[in-house]
């Protein structure tokens, strides 16, 4: 739970209303589903080099996100004010897209970077 609580290097994404976050995250790109979220958390996985190894040859770097709140999901897994963990990260773009190998989550707002066990960040549910 410490993981999920205040503490952390700060980090900002856009302030944005929520129809505008929308409406910049299905222009981006698409035809990839994503995700508007609010109070994240950035999370620098700690983990094994033979695991950290097998991600990097699949194109994954050792970072995952949380979010406490999510704004909207293309696809309806979550609805409005739900959480949310995502797999790990494939690229970082504009200073505010978090994309996965699936999903494209548009960070908003104030967030947090923490490091965890990867053990620690696979637990949260």
């Not at 409005?80 to 970082?92: E, M, Q």
């Amino acid at each position: 739970m410490e993981l999920l609580d205040e503490g952390g290097i700060p980090m900002l994404g856009p302030e944005l209303a929520d129809e505008e976050a929308i409406a910049r995250a299905r222009a981006c790109q698409p035809v990839m589903s994503f995700c508007v979220v609010r109070r994240w958390i950035w999370i620098d996985l700690e983990m094994p080099e033979s695991v950290l190894a097998e991600l990097q040859r699949t194109g994954r770097q050792p970072v995952m996100l949380y979010a406490h709140q999510v704004v909207f999901d293309s696809l309806d897994r979550c609805r409005p004010g739900d959480w949310i963990r995502s797999t790990p990260l494939v690229a970082f773009r504009q200073g505010c897209f978090f994309e996965t190998v699936n999903t494209r989550y548009l960070l908003l707002g104030r967030g947090v970077r923490k490091s965890a066990q990867l053990s620690t960040g696979l637990r949260i549910f």
